[in-house]
């Protein structure tokens, strides 16, 4: 069974925006930290947003500070990244994911999340 999805993700110009949305099922949302990653092509996956159960400790990656904003909404499961002002190095394939139930209230290291998205892919392109 599919815990997280992702949707959202298409093709924009750069300056556009984009909201992803990141919905559970088969546990409650609420329990959990939940993070934003990206993957492009040939590179390491890498942390972008990640925010706290209560949502009150949110983390960016430097590149996307100012631009992209996590939030969730606990009572529909869903955790959103809205990215405005966005740049043809954002091009990647989305994905979230389920921090564990251990350590710090947020981080952007993969290695801490235990379950994935399927991702969506975000193009961004003239």
């Known amino acids: 069974q599919v815990q997280l999805v992702e949707s959202g993700g298409g093709l924009v110009q750069p300056g556009g925006s984009l909201r992803l949305s990141c919905a559970a099922s088969?546990?409650?949302?609420?329990?959990?930290?939940i993070g934003w990653f990206r993957q492009a092509p040939g590179k390491e996956r890498e942390g972008v947003s990640c925010?706290?159960?209560?949502?009150?400790?949110?983390e960016y990656a430097d590149s996307v500070k100012g631009r992209f904003t996590i939030s969730r909404d606990n009572a529909k499961n869903t955790v959103y990244l809205q990215m405005n002002s966005l740049k043809p190095e954002d091009t990647a394939v989305y994905f979230c994911?389920?921090?564990?139930?251990?350590?710090?209230?947020?981080?952007?290291?993969?290695?801490?999340?235990?379950?994935w998205g399927q991702g969506t892919q975000v193009t961004v392109s003239s």
């Open positions: 994911a389920r921090k564990s139930s251990s350590g710090r209230y947020t981080t952007l290291d993969r290695t801490s999340y235990d379950y």
């Open positions: 088969e546990f409650a949302l609420d329990y959990y930290a």
């Open positions: 925010i706290s159960k209560s949502g009150g400790r949110p």
